[in-house]
């Protein structure tokens, strides 16, 4: 029997692994990748298309500029330069892209508008896929063809200055440099400084070709201070400084060596409106590039509303300036305007170069790629080109020339546009038949596919796999409680719904209950059927109570019922005033704030002496004497404590004169706490010995359970006391009105006490921030500070609700069942549901290592995940391995 349970635990898992795994395939697509190998140097340019006489033009063409400089601005947003910010800020940028020799677009950056991968594509021109995750776990250099690795094996000699990304995706590409780290999102000075101060002395030498710099002062300020601040309009000019230095310094180098340079000014993100970035809005999406040089004709002021482009259309554009063969992955097309001085013929050969590109890489991602229309009109325009280029060998007139010359160059740039969007398209479109066979798998795995599936089955799900995907972002992690009181919303009005329907339909609209586990069971892994393991192990309640419903209720119970729902919907949203949390509304008032403050403090008494009297009403019922009255005492110890801390008033003292540490008082309160563990634990032992004595057991357990409550109180504040009382009034009513009339199953019950568990954790005002964990909890009843007890006390304070909710639903379900494995089985369902948003966690993690947020979000999240997931499972251990000699003996 034990053996079966396990291996069948095992196959959920290994099935839910793979499941996930293929769900996360189809999620994130295969990137658009070209099939050959990764030295690209062997392969040869492709040669000039013709008919007839053969054309002497198979090399790549000479690079268009001597140097380059690419100045990238970290979140510069589109109208920081083309708003009317950028006039009032950036005279002279607004003065070069109105009048200038330049070329401007607003290029749109795919999300995530985050900074690395929105470097690869600007240097590769491609879009990342879910392998270029995998791949880059191990490697943070940047394994892909792209713009700077072929510079470097041409020969170029770069040199970069800004965020250290570069240099990490680049290891060994650049002959200089000098990285800045994006940690310290408060300095918006320094890291920019850093950059600047090495301009003088690298723009008078001669001995580079590329020079790169990251700004990333602007988007911290973004961080910091939003958009909107004065800050930005400083930072702004000094960026238009330095653009005009860099600017003056190529005009006047380009005088002596008579070729020109081109300087691109570029972000690789935008901001949104409270200045953070990483979503797909207008604000994130749009950033301005510009593209400068003497080569280019002036344009006197035409450009007020810029050309809207793609990001991945620079990399092919400074591959051609460069001399150097495009990226083979890049779906992007070359910006047009950057060649339009060129003559006729190199820009035919470089659109050529270009439509090949885009035509191989199609050819090897779509498999009926000779149906796509890009394909075709690249097809056409080479053909045109040949008999363009025949003309021109034989030197036909001009005007025919140009003629013709103008029709291939159209019929290349619609290829182009439609080769670049089909292929894009391609990366974006989801694996679908992925999605739904990992999707099945996972739902197959606790269920059954002949049985129904319940609303309540539908929204756990869902929810579940909700939560875990929000945790990609970080402003989801920033207000998780959000995600978590909606779940919690969305399950009390889908049991609102079951009950209904129970009250009014009857029972025999619910098959389902017949038949859910057991051959659900048997179907995934038929190799254990024989094994014996069947109704009891998995259903608790079915196979040990006889087919009731909502219609035994009793008539008060029954309205009770239909009530339930609402009550812990309003209990929700009271508790939801207590504490606000998170970080965009965490600073409005709310009611901890008022019942703290000094002037209520007769409120906050008669709140915390009723709210001690509810949870001595709600917790006492199943103890034993003994722990009643210790209960009791420790809850009037709770009370003294805090009055004698200051925290409330006693009604005959109505100054506070005299506060002490309260150590006498913890220590009391302490000492009850272990006293009841201590009993509860001793009855748990007690029924190993008596062989299945099974009351003394579920005594056992329920004493563990309310010396964890009394502690609990103790170590809340005053005002976070009535998030106890609710929290066992909500257990009290789902176990009476819910969860027994309903017979629910052990897997539903268990995520349920997860969801509860995860909103109270919020409830209580925590984060997942670092500065809401109440340190003071550690000190409670402790003279100076001693490690161990400390940090034991803090983080039971902070994990109180979850770790309340767990020991419930073990104690729960082990009263309701007398099979033990059916509690073996919730933990670990319970362990299951818990792991599995922390490992997917853990891989994000891993891959977003470069974050700014890293450290400021993601990293707390994880440690309060991390923390989670220990005490989790050391209640599971605890409780398995009691239950485990129980049955043993
Ligand atoms: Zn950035
Ligand atoms: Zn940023």
């Not at 009048?99 to 950056?109: D, I, M, P």
């Not at 070709?209 to 201070?225: E, F, K, T």
């Not at 999707?439 to 756990?460: G, Y």
């Not at 909710?805 to 362990?831: I, K, M, Q, R």
């Amino acid at each position: 029997m034990r053996l079966g349970s396990g291996t069948f635990a095992a196959c959920c898992v290994v099935i839910e692994v793979l499941g996930v795994a293929l769900f996360l395939r189809g999620f994130f697509p295969a990137p658009v990748r070209s099939s050959s190998r990764t030295e690209h140097q062997a392969e040869p340019p492709a040669p000039e298309p013709s008919t007839g006489a053969s054309s002497n033009w198979t090399k790549l063409p000479p690079p268009l500029f001597s140097k380059v400089v690419i100045m990238l601005i970290d979140a510069l947003r589109d109208d920081f330069v083309f708003g009317s910010k950028g006039v009032k800020f950036m005279p002279y940028t607004t003065y070069l892209v109105e009048k200038g020799a330049s070329h401007s677009f607003v290029a749109e950056a795919k999300p995530p508008t985050v900074t690395m991968p929105r470097i690869k594509a600007l240097m590769t021109g491609s879009l990342p896929g879910f392998i270029d995750v995998v791949r880059n776990l191990n490697s943070p250099a940047l394994l892909e063809d792209n713009v700077i690795t072929q510079a470097k094996a041409a020969g170029k000699r770069m040199i970069f200055y800004g965020d250290e990304t570069w240099v990490k995706l680049f290891p060994q590409h650049f002959v200089e440099y000098d990285g800045t780290t994006s940690f310290f999102v408060s300095d918006y000075t320094e890291v920019d400084d850093n950059v600047t101060r090495h301009l003088d002395k690298v723009l008078k030498r001669g001995d580079w070709d590329v020079l790169i710099l990251h700004y990333l002062g602007l988007d911290h300020i973004g961080h910091i201070s939003g958009p909107s601040s004065p800050l930005i309009g400083h930072k702004l000019s000094e960026m238009d400084n330095i653009l005009m230095k860099i600017h003056t310094s190529l005009l006047s180098e380009e005088r002596e060596n008579l070729s020109p340079n081109l300087l691109v000014l570029c972000g690789d993100h935008g901001m949104s409106e409270t200045g953070s970035h990483g979503a797909s809005s207008m604000e994130e999406v749009n950033t301005p590039l510009i593209l400068i040089s003497s080569a280019f004709e002036r344009k006197p002021g035409d450009i007020r509303h810029p050309k809207h482009v793609q990001q991945t259309d620079l990399a092919a554009t400074l591959a051609i300036g460069l001399g150097l063969p495009i990226p083979e992955n890049s779906v992007g097309s070359l910006l047009f305007p950057s060649i339009e001085g060129r003559p006729v013929r190199e820009q035919l050969r470089f659109l050529h170069l270009n439509a090949v590109q885009l035509s191989k890489l199609l050819q090897e991602n779509v498999p009926s790629y000779k149906k796509e229309p890009g394909f075709e009109q690249f097809k056409m325009a080479e053909r045109l080109h040949g008999n363009w280029i025949r003309l021109y060998l034989e030197e036909s007139t001009s005007e025919v020339l140009f003629n013709l010359g103008t029709k291939v160059r159209r019929q290349y740039l619609d290829a182009l546009r439609t080769l670049s969007l089909s292929l894009s398209r391609q990366v974006a479109q989801y694996d679908i038949y992925s999605m739904l066979v990992g999707t099945v798998m996972v739902l197959e795995n606790p269920a059954h596919p002949n049985s129904r599936w319940s609303e309540l089955d539908v929204v756990i799900l869902l929810g579940t796999m909700g939560h875990v995907l929000s945790l990609g972002a970080s402003s989801f992690i920033e207000e998780e409680h959000q995600t978590w009181y909606f779940l919690v919303n969305t399950l009390c009005l889908a049991l609102c719904h079951e009950i209904y329907r129970n009250c009014f339909l009857g029972d025999d609209c619910e098959p389902r209950r017949c038949s859910h586990g057991e051959r659900g069971f048997v179907n995934t892994a038929p190799a254990l059927q024989d094994r014996s393991i069947g109704h009891d192990e998995l259903e608790p309640h079915r196979a040990s109570k006889s087919p009731t419903s909502l219609n035994t209720l009793r008539g008060w119970e029954k309205w009770m019922a239909m009530a339930s729902p609402w009550v812990i919907l309003t209990c929700c949203r009271l508790l939801r005033s207590l504490n606000q949390t998170g970080v965009q509304w965490a600073h409005r008032p709310d009611l901890g704030h008022w019942l703290t403050s000094s002037d209520h403090k007769a409120e906050l008494s008669v709140l915390a002496a009723l709210s001690l009297i509810m949870i001595f009403a709600l917790v006492q019922r199943r103890c034993s004497l003994t722990s009643k009255v210790a209960m009791a005492l420790g809850l009037l110890g709770v009370y003294c404590y805090r009055a004698a801390i200051g925290n409330v008033l006693f009604p005959w003292q109505r100054d506070s004169k005299d506060i002490s540490k309260g150590l006498i008082e913890a220590r009391f309160v302490h000492v009850f706490v272990l006293g009841i563990l201590f009993t509860g634990t001793k009855d748990l032992l007690k029924s190993q010995v008596i062989a299945a004595d099974f009351t003394i057991k579920t005594v056992g357990l329920w004493e563990i359970y309310s010396g964890l409550v009394l502690l609990a109180a103790l170590l809340f504040r005053p005002h976070n006391l009535p998030v106890l009382v609710f929290s066992l009034l909500i257990q009290t009513i789902m176990t009476k009105f819910i969860w027994k009339p309903l017979r629910h199953d052990a897997a539903e019950i268990t995520v349920m006490h997860y969801w509860f568990g995860q909103a109270f954790f919020y409830f209580q005002g925590n984060s997942n921030n670092i500065a809401t964990v109440d340190i003071s909890a550690g000190f409670v009843g402790l003279d100076t500070y001693v490690e161990v007890p400390a940090v034991f006390l803090t983080a039971f304070a902070t994990f109180a609700g979850p770790v309340l909710w767990a020991s419930h639903l073990v104690s729960f379900l082990s009263s309701e069942t007398s099979s033990g494995s059916a509690l073996s089985h919730a933990c670990f369902c319970y362990a299951l549901i818990c792991s599995f948003p922390v490992s997917a966690y853990i891989i994000l993690v891993t891959s977003l290592r470069y974050h700014l947020f890293i450290w400021s979000v993601f990293s707390p999240k994880l440690l309060y995940e991390g923390m989670h997931i220990l005490i989790t499972a050391a209640i599971c251990v605890f409780f398995t391995a009691m239950d485990q000699t129980n049955t043993k003996s």
